[in-house]
């Protein structure tokens, strides 16, 4: 798809890794938008878990750099919760010391997908990101060990996308939920399932976490959960409204009132969150591929134009 014009690109502050719990550790973006995401880090000694990377080379050198105060030498383990760029781009800089870890499904999407994502915003500077895939990859669950702490990844999707991951640690009771949950940013599950979504954090709250880092956003509790279910149910309601009208998820989008919605960032996935509810409200079932650049294009004329990434 053909990028389209942008406001003059502004970088956002790097991240910080920050101690969440005893050798958990949480790198956060601010403030969370577009390719801002955030990535994790087990660490108790005889091993350690690094959950997801980052969009640029210099965002994931940074990463390399906050991760290395911690564990010198780097992670044996690189999970990659979901296929999007900003979370598998930066794979290269810890393999192949690290083993790249993800969902079979996530694998052969990264594959799929490849680098298409930097052709979307050309003005950011990317950097060397060399396309690195998975090499160890599972279904269902799979547990590693960073010395004493257990991270149990739990194969949730379909939700942001079709195939998605949490890494869940136990006896922290720390929750790293990828792209499903989002603090202070709208939710994006274009690629995915609005009922699949719903389903994967009822999934998730069951665990009772205490803390929950998102996939975009600032750090919070199980009250993350429930704002992301917020927002998928009202998404759900207005395109349920929608289909009976015979309105077009756009015509929906731009007659909505955003209410309690209204201070999250990138509010323009409005329009690509209803063109998923409407199709599975017309029988598509979850996480089925769906026509993601005519989708994104309406997105950027709702915006006015190309979405802000500032990566």
């Known amino acids: 798809m053909a990028p389209q014009s942008a406001a003059p690109r502004t970088t956002a502050?790097?991240?910080?890794?920050?101690?969440?719990?005893?050798?958990?550790?949480?790198?956060?973006?601010?403030?969370?938008?577009?390719?801002?995401?955030?990535?994790?880090?087990?660490?108790?000694?005889?091993?350690?878990?690094?959950?997801?990377?980052?969009?640029?080379?210099?965002?994931?050198?940074?990463?390399?750099?906050?991760?290395?105060?911690?564990?010198?030498?780097?992670?044996d383990y690189v999970v990659n919760t979901h296929f999007h760029g900003d979370h598998v781009f930066g794979n290269g800089r810890f393999a192949p010391r690290a083993a790249i870890v993800a969902h079979e499904g996530t694998r052969a999407d990264t594959a799929e997908a490849g680098?298409?994502?930097?052709?979307?915003?050309?003005?950011?500077?990317?950097?060397?990101?060399?396309?690195?895939?998975?090499?160890l990859t599972f279904r269902d669950e799979l547990t590693l060990h960073a010395g004493g702490l257990r991270t149990e990844l739990l194969h949730v999707g379909p939700a942001h996308t079709a195939n998605d991951v949490v890494a869940?640690?136990?006896?922290?009771?720390?929750?790293?939920?990828?792209?499903v949950?989002?603090?202070?940013?709208?939710?994006?599950?274009?690629?995915?399932?609005?009922?699949?979504?719903?389903?994967?954090?009822?999934r998730l709250r069951a665990l009772a976490p205490r803390t929950v880092v998102p996939?975009?956003?600032?750090?919070?509790?199980?009250?993350?959960?429930?704002?992301?279910?917020?927002?998928?149910?009202?998404?759900?309601?207005?395109?349920?409204q929608g289909v009976r009208d015979g309105s077009t998820p756009l015509e929906v989008a731009e007659r909505a009132d955003l209410g309690e919605f209204s201070a999250l960032l990138?509010?323009?996935?409005?329009?690509?969150?209803?063109?998923?509810?409407?199709?599975?409200?017309?029988?598509?079932?979850?996480?089925?591929?769906?026509?993601?650049?005519?989708?994104?294009?309406?997105?950027?004329?709702?915006h006015g134009g190309l979405p802000p990434c500032h990566a």
């Open 13 to 75: 502050p790097p991240g910080r890794l920050d101690r969440i719990a005893d050798g958990v550790y949480a790198f956060v973006q601010p403030p969370g938008g577009w390719c801002l995401n955030n990535a994790g880090l087990v660490a108790d000694g005889g091993g350690a878990v690094l959950v997801d990377t980052a969009a640029t080379e210099s965002r994931t050198r940074r990463l390399r750099e906050e991760v290395e105060r911690i564990v010198p030498g780097g992670p």
């Open 266 to 302: 990138d509010a323009e996935r409005l329009v690509g969150n209803l063109h998923r509810a409407f199709a599975e409200r017309q029988g598509l079932p979850p996480g089925a591929r769906i026509d993601v650049a005519a989708s994104f294009r309406e997105m950027a004329g709702f």
């Open 168 to 179: 869940w640690v136990p006896d922290r009771r720390v929750l790293f939920a990828g792209d």
């Open 181 to 202: 949950v989002w603090s202070g940013v709208t939710p994006y599950v274009l690629m995915g399932s609005i009922e699949g979504s719903l389903r994967a954090l009822d």
């Open 215 to 240: 996939g975009h956003g600032p750090v919070g509790g199980p009250e993350l959960l429930d704002r992301t279910g917020a927002y998928l149910r009202w998404i759900g309601a207005l395109a349920e």
């Open 115 to 135: 680098l298409a994502l930097r052709g979307l915003w050309p003005d950011v500077e990317w950097g060397e990101t060399p396309l690195v895939l998975p090499t």
